[in-house]
């Protein structure tokens, strides 16, 4: 059974830093893109920030240049770093997987960020 855990979020003051990590487990082949969305409080979920296996980034306008995402194919493993935080960046932040074999999208249960001073 393929399962993507989160773990990092909480609570930190403006201009803080965190660190999310999503471990994958149970996928055979592995990961194509994985990727970090968020969803506020009576909003849609959004993209966040997404990396290719080969590594390849793409970032939100409202998170460039603040954000990095990063993987470890071999773990299964994605990373978002969060510098500079702003009060508006509070959600609950899910991570994605799209497994090779078999094409299928998956999401981890989601851990919540909190900015607040």
């Known amino acids: 059974q393929v399962q993507l855990v989160e773990s990092g979020g909480g609570l930190v003051q403006p ?4 660190r999310l990590s999503c471990a994958g487990s149970g996928s055979m082949f592995g990961f194509n893109a994985m990727g970090w969305y ?13 990396i290719s296996s080969g590594g390849s980034t793409t970032y939100a306008d409202y998170v460039k240049g603040r954000f990095t995402i990063s993987r470890d194919s071999a773990k299964k493993t994605v990373y978002l770093q969060m510098n500079s935080l702003r009060l508006e960046i509070t959600a609950v932040y899910y991570c994605n997987a799209h497994q090779i074999l078999p094409p299928r999208v998956y999401w981890g249960q989601g851990t919540q960020v909190t900015v607040s001073s």
Do not use: M, T
Request: net charge positive.
């Open 15 to 18: 201009g803080g830093s965190l």
């Open 38 to 50: 968020r969803q506020a409080p009576g909003k849609q979920r959004e993209l966040v920030a997404s």
